[in-house]
């Protein structure tokens, strides 16, 4: 039985008058409430690295993330309720548990966390260093930071599988490229998959070839799935985790009207690039699914440090 149920997740359809007048259907797969903490695509990516750890017989789970890092909390908190063990390898030697609400709540579920160095961070994915991790923290096994590997992209196939309508287009954030690539995996024969990078000048292709060609090992049909994306890298606003007045305005108008919440890192932005480019005429007479990702945890931290309500 799986951990967390995805029957939560439904396909929610957005009855909007711009939309109608452009003979356009617009759903959102709400993977957002899966659940509070393990919320969007997080447990979609850890679902079977998990599943891989208790094959193993690994005593626990180690990753890595920043100090604000949803993954870090969803991996805690799913590792938790599975009963296995996690390590946190945290960025910035200078922090400590209680440095913030993120962190906090990671250690509160049991995870150790181990702040390391910004150097020692860049070597997350150096085989050598993880050696080093694996001889420190016996029996454990190690998920990439964002859960970007073979076993992520997997799960993030699923999302796909519970999809029931016909559709044209699919909108889905971009940060490493695994739910991205998971989805392209399963998209539908004539279907285009919408792709809005978070990171400005992000590679997106070369990224996703990357995920793709280690993972499936057929450069030809990496190269067919990725022609069927479209890239819209023209709304990061400034880059990772940057906003402006106008993409606040916006979420805050959306949610507001069609009380879904959004967050300004991720699936904001992305809401955005779907509406500008239906004003454009880029999506007339289609079915449009936006995939939320989740990521509300993240609109916290805008409402305390800045003291912006996004969803009311
Ligand atoms: C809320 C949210 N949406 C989208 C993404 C991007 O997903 P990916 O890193 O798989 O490209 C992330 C990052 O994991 C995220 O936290």
Not at 32 to 41: A, K, Q, T, Y
Not at 98 to 121: D, H, I
Not at 224 to 229: H, I, P, R, V, Y
Not at 248 to 262: A, E, R, V
Request: net charge negative; with cysteine.
């Amino acid at each position: 039985m799986s951990l967390y149920s995805t029957e939560k997740s439904v396909l929610q359809f957005v009855d909007a008058e711009c939309f109608r007048e452009r003979n356009i259907r617009l759903f959102v797969k709400r993977d957002d409430l899966i659940d509070s903490e393990v919320s969007g695509n997080k447990w979609r990516k850890l679902k079977f690295n998990i599943e891989q750890a208790k094959v193993l017989k690994k005593e626990g789970i180690l990753t890595f993330g920043g100090a604000f890092s949803n993954h870090l909390v969803a991996t805690a908190s799913a590792c938790k309720k599975s009963g296995i063990k996690a390590i946190g390898i945290v960025r910035g030697e200078e922090l400590t548990e209680n440095s913030n609400e993120t962190l906090r709540r990671c250690s509160e579920l049991g995870m150790k966390l181990k702040f390391v160095s910004r150097e020692e961070y860049k070597l997350r994915n150096d085989k050598l260093y993880q050696n080093d991790l694996s001889y420190e923290y016996e029996n454990h096994y190690i998920v990439p930071e964002g859960g970007a590997n073979f076993y992520g992209m997997v799960g993030c196939q699923e999302i796909i599988s519970e999809i029931d309508v016909v559709y044209d287009s699919i909108f889905v954030a971009q940060g490493t490229t695994t739910t991205s690539c998971g989805i392209l995996l399963s998209l539908a024969e004539n279907a285009k998959l919408h792709l809005v990078p978070v990171l400005k000048g992000f590679d997106v292709h070369n990224e996703m070839r990357e995920l793709l060609n280690y993972s499936i090992f057929d450069s030809e049909l990496t190269e067919e799935l990725l022609s069927k994306t479209i890239v819209h890298s023209n709304y990061h606003f400034g880059g990772y985790a940057n906003y402006t007045t106008e993409l606040i305005q916006f979420i805050q108008k959306f949610s507001n009207t069609y009380k879904i919440p959004l967050d300004q890192v991720y699936t904001g932005k992305v809401m955005y690039a779907l509406f500008t480019e239906m004003e454009k005429g880029n999506l007339e007479n289609q079915t449009v699914i936006f995939i939320h990702t989740g990521g509300i945890q993240g609109t916290k931290f805008l409402e305390e440090k800045e003291g912006i309500i996004l969803n009311n």
